[in-house]
Nanobody
Framework: QVQLVESGGGLAQAGGSLRLSCVAS????????MGWFRQAPGKEREFVAF????????SYADSVKGRFTISRDNAKNTVYLQMNSLKPEDTAVYYC????????????????WGQGTQVTVSS
């Protein structure tokens, strides 16, 4: 069992930055790959970024590539999402999730989820 708690969301202006954090507790987080997803009102949950167990492999959705950076600190059981050059279309609830397998973008492929943190970007 893994518990995940996201933080760092809030209100930002277009072009601004936010950094999300996700702290894992329970089973050692370094045994899991981790991902960030987001869900806007009326839309399906979508993949944002992925990082493997060691942090050596990352992957991004095309919509955030070059603007967002995922990283992790296994000593702190924490994964981060640095979001730069924010756009109004980035507005959503952001979720972190873990899986025991390798790279995946489908939400159903992830085993545990956090409760989400709201990100709102104003124009």
């Amino acid at each position: 069992q893994v518990q995940l708690v996201e933080s760092g969301g809030g209100l930002a202006q277009a072009g601004g930055s936010l950094r999300l954090s996700c702290v894992a507790s329970g089973r050692t987080s370094s045994t899991y790959a981790m991902g960030w997803f987001r869900q806007a009102p009326g839309k399906e949950r979508e993949f944002v970024a992925f990082i493997n167990r060691s942090g050596g492999i990352t992957s991004y959705a095309d919509s955030v590539k070059g603007r967002f950076t995922i990283s992790r600190d296994n000593a702190k059981n924490t994964v981060y999402l640095q979001m730069n050059s924010l756009k109004p279309e980035d507005t959503a609830v952001y979720y972190c999730a873990v899986r025991s397998g390798s790279w995946a973008t489908r939400p159903a492929s992830y085993d545990y989820w956090g409760q989400g943190t709201q990100v709102t970007v104003s124009s």
